[in-house]
Every structure is written in C-alpha cells, then in structure tokens.
C-alpha cells in the first residue's frame, strides 16, 4: 500500500512527516494548495490511498481515478467535497476522521463568542482606521448557551461555557444524560437560547437545518455561532436576520461557499465575525488529525 497527501498546505506536510513511524506506509506528499478536478486521475494514478485535506472530488473526475480504494479525509466533512456513497459504488472508500480537534474546535467556538458578545473585531477595525471606537457588551455569565448537536465537540463548549458561568442546554439527535446540561426538544432550544451554538455533522438530514423558519424562531437578539459547516444553515436567511436585527450577531468559521468570495455580504455587515475555517487549526490538533490518518492507512494493510 502507498499513498499522496493530496493537498498538504499549512504546514501539514512537516506535520505529516513528523508524526511519521516505522511501518506505516508511504506517503508522498504534494503541496497543492488548489487541486483542479481534471488533475485527480493524473495525480492519484499508482496510489492506494490519498489524504485529502480540502479538495473537491467530484464524482465524474474519481470515475478516471483507476486503482485508487481509499480516500482518508481529514476531518469529518467528507460531505462538503465528495459523495461517499457515489464514491463507494466506484469502488473508493471514503474514511473520516473523528475526535482528533474537539478541544481545538471549542476553544474557538467560545472565543467567536466572546469576541461576538464584546464587539472585538468591529472595535479592533475602527481602531486600525484611527477611530476611537466602542461598542457595548453583553454579560455572558448567567445567560444561556444552546448547543445544537452533543458530540465531542459540543460536550467541550459545554465544559467551557459552563466553567465560566453560563446555564448549558442542548439538544441532540438521540437523548443523552450529563451532568450540568438541560436537554431539551429543538423549538425549547432555539427560543430561549441568548447563544446558539451548531454542533451537527453535514448530511442530507442537516444540509439546511437552519432554515427561515427555525432561523425565525431563534431568540431576538441572540448571538448565532457556527463552527461546524456553512449548509448546515440558509445563510441568505441568516443575513436577512442579521440585517434586520433579529439575530445580534453571527460569528462564523465556515460558509457556504470557501474560500469567502470577495465581496461577500457577509463580509460588510458590521454584526459579523469571521474566521477562515481554522476552528480546528492548532499544533496539538494537526498531529492527531495526522497520526490518526496515518493509523487508518496502516489498517488498510
């Protein structure tokens, strides 16, 4: 078995390196950072296996990909760049990884929250423009953080949120039963949450799920943050809401189309913070997101 890092940017081809051991297979490594379509067959051709960090593998170009079983996406949002189940009748199996950025992801979840609830990014681009900017804060302590989705991730804003004072309540697909958080049905959540916070894997039964209407039943004037994926919420919705006030503020590391176009509503309006997808972008993260990877082709044999 060997494999290509199809798209190692960000320094994830010395991270891939490093976590390297004795007896995994080998791994070219191809710092990419755009990977056209058309290029996959020629690319992937006399590998078993590739690593995909963020490139689209449309259906059609991975028919010509002949000889390639596996492909290991890095992270969980295999959905975002590929179709699993298209893949499979194919022949290709498509790996995604889990658990490796749930301390990573949450910390900047809760720091989108603070800097949504403080005005940080607004006051700091008033200041770089030589103005003497303030906005008005909410208190955080004492109000309520609403979770949708309760994985490993969401149980880390849980701790967090709840060690710095705020009540924690969710809801989740299956029904769960921890400490410190109220669980409850999905219109309880989205009424009376002063933040809402998206924890749900992108599939056919999330893509959507903040609707209009359910974005309409979120909670005047409540902070929205979305660390999870873009199509997980209508954002022409979400910016209507944001423009007319119903929404105090978005803060989002994902949208729905990546990179953010130039020009972007969302980047104009004031009562949005944005990060570049980079919730899971730590040292500590990327060498288990790496290792696991790793793990998974060694498996394959």
Known sequence: MKGLFLDAVDDLAEVCQRVTRPGDPPVAINEQAEIPPADLPRLTAGYDFVFNDHSQMPTEAMRQCQGLKHVIFLGTGARSYMNPEELAELGITVHIIKGYGDTAVAEHTIALMWAAARGIAAMDSGMRQGQWFRTEGMELTGKTIGLLGYGGIGAEVARIAGGSGM?????????????????????????????????????????????????????????????????????????????????????LDVFATEPLPAGHPLASL????????????????????????????????
């Open 270 to 301: 004031p009562n949005v913070t944005l990060s570049a997808h980079s919730a899971f972008r730590t040292p500590e993260a990327s060498e288990k997101l790496l290792r696991m990877a790793l793990d998974i082709a060694r498996a394959l044999g």
């Open 167 to 251: 009540k924690v309540q969710a809801w989740n697909r299956t029904p769960k039963d921890v400490p410190g958080v109220i669980f409850a049905d999905l219109d309880t959540v989205l009424a009376t949450s002063d933040v809402l916070s998206i924890h749900l894997l992108l599939n056919d039964e999330t893509r959507g799920f903040l609707s209009r209407e359910r974005l309409g039943q979120i909670k005047k004037g409540a902070i929205l943050v979305n660390t999870a994926r873009g199509a997980i919420v209508d954002e022409a919705a979400m910016i209507d809401a944001l423009r007319a006030g119903d929404l105090r503020h978005a803060a």
